[in-house]
């Protein structure tokens, strides 16, 4: 969890700008320095430790030495430090001034290799899939009903997991969204998958979802899809959201046809014929 965003400025020209980030982001606004990268040990020392910090600053050196520390930090560009290289940093920041807290806890997050938390329903959560989910996953597929209909996952789990840290890194890194895992909040366990990515070939986003077996008929597909197909259309802007169900496939179809799908084609994929539903936004 993040709990303070360390500026380390170098260029006391930027004072201004940060102050009124700070006066922007109110109570959970990040204290200032300007000063060296060991500054900001004399105040937090006693409060957290660096796992639960975000270091910000306009100097590539600091941030190669905030690296090497094993400390999560992000760049600042400004008008005065164009001729800094910061070429190795996964992420930047401008115009500090309009910064909000989600966005530089987001940052926090992927530098941590922790998972988003994407949204929360009445009865479950979504945040992004981590390597520990794997486990989880081969529970649930174990079912042989899971896999009438879609992809099994790798027999070998060190495949999957590797897998899984791919997609991390490729796919939650570049998209910011992708395919996510549910758990159930009464139990605090995983049950199931869901979310929206990019099936090649196809020009629009795409709903895919699995439950396990023990919480299938109980609407828990249908609550966390609805929020899922809501969360693309208001967060992610998404015009269109189609979904690929096998026509055997009747609880699926049901499904769609109950968020609001439309049927629009057929469609095949890797030689595989499908039902394709459309969700239009209105």
Same mark, same amino acid.
């Given at each position: 969890? +993040? ?24 109570? =959970? ?18 409060? !957290? ?11 590539? $050196?600091?941030? /190669?030495?905030?690296?090497? &520390? ?16 910061? /070429? ?5 920041? #401008? ?7 989600? /966005? ?7 530098? *941590? ?15 992004? #899939? ?5 486990? =989880?996953?081969?529970?649930?597929? &174990?079912?042989?009903? %899971? ?5 099994? +996952? ?6 999957? &997991? =590797? ?20 758990? !159930?909040?009464?139990?605090?366990? $995983?049950?199931? &998958? *869901?979310?929206? /990515? ?26 966390? !899809? ?16 189609? *979904?690929? $169900? ?7 179809? !049901?499904?769609? #046809? ?13 030689? %595989?014929?499908?039902?394709?539903? $459309?969700?239009?936004?209105?």
């Amino acid at each position: 969890m +993040l709990k303070k965003v360390v500026f380390l400025i170098m260029d006391a020209e930027q004072g201004t700008a940060l102050e009124k980030m700070k006066e922007n982001m109110g109570a =959970e606004g990040g204290r200032i320095f300007f000063g060296g990268v060991n500054d900001w040990e004399k105040e937090f020392m006693e409060e !957290c430790t660096k796992e639960d910090i975000l270091f910000i600053t306009d100097s590539s $050196v600091m941030l /190669s030495e905030l690296r090497q &520390r094993g400390d999560y930090g992000i760049a600042f560009l400004h008008g005065n430090n164009p001729q800094e290289d910061f /070429s190795g940093a996964a992420y930047a920041v #401008t115009d500090i001034e309009d910064l909000e807290w989600e /966005s530089l806890e987001k940052a926090y997050l992927r530098l *941590a290799g922790k998972p988003w938390m994407i949204l929360e329903t009445d009865r479950c959560l979504v945040r992004e #899939t981590t390597v520990e989910d794997v486990e =989880e996953f081969y529970r649930i597929y &174990r079912e042989p009903s %899971i896999t009438y209909y879609m992809e099994d +996952l790798f027999p070998d789990p060190a495949e999957e &997991r =590797e897998y899984v840290r791919n997609y991390i890194r490729e796919i939650y890194g570049f998209y910011g969204y992708g395919l996510w895992t549910v758990l !159930c909040k009464e139990k605090n366990e $995983v049950i199931g &998958r *869901a979310g929206l /990515s990019w099936r090649q070939g196809f020009d629009v986003p795409e709903l895919g979802f699995v439950i396990g077996v023990p919480y299938q008929g109980k609407g828990y597909a249908y609550e966390v !899809c609805k929020a899922i197909v809501e969360y693309g259309e208001k967060e992610l802007g998404f015009q269109e959201i189609q *979904a690929l $169900v096998r026509k055997e496939n009747e609880a699926s179809v !049901c499904l769609c #046809t109950k968020l609001g799908f439309q049927w629009e084609n057929e469609a095949a994929d890797k030689g %595989i014929r499908y039902e394709r539903y $459309v969700k239009r936004r209105h």
